[in-house]
């Protein structure tokens, strides 16, 4: 009877250390994914400004707030919502349906062409 304990006291201690060693390997992966989707959300950052500097290159007079506000403005124009809704149009006729939420992983490799 000693021994059966014995027994069930090594398996229980393998199965934990087998959990923990779960445990640590998805948490690893979490952290990859995390740490990909930063990087494709930088990336797309970074190309953001570089358009606006490319199309806007006094954008550097400007502070945030200024910023804002000209985009806000700029972006609610009719000539704006109406070359918004034409590229979303050509987009949907051109590219197979994708998941609902894009990522920045996406709207990255479209920027680059």
Do not use: W
Request: glycine share 2%; proline share 4%.
């Amino acid at each position: 009877m000693i021994e059966n304990k014995q027994e069930v006291s090594k398996d229980l201690e393998k199965a934990l250390q087998a959990l923990e060693q779960a445990k640590q390997r998805v948490a690893n992966e979490k952290k990859k994914q995390n740490e990909k989707k930063r990087k494709a959300e930088n990336h797309h950052k970074y190309i953001m400004g570089g358009i606006i500097v490319k199309y806007f290159p006094d954008c550097y007079n400007f502070d945030e707030d200024e910023l804002n506000r000209i985009l806000s403005v700029a972006l609610q124009t009719k000539e704006c919502q109406q070359i918004i809704s034409k590229i979303k149009s050509e987009s949907r006729e051109t590219t197979p349906p994708q998941s609902t939420v894009p990522n920045a992983e996406n709207e990255s490799e479209g920027d680059t062409e």
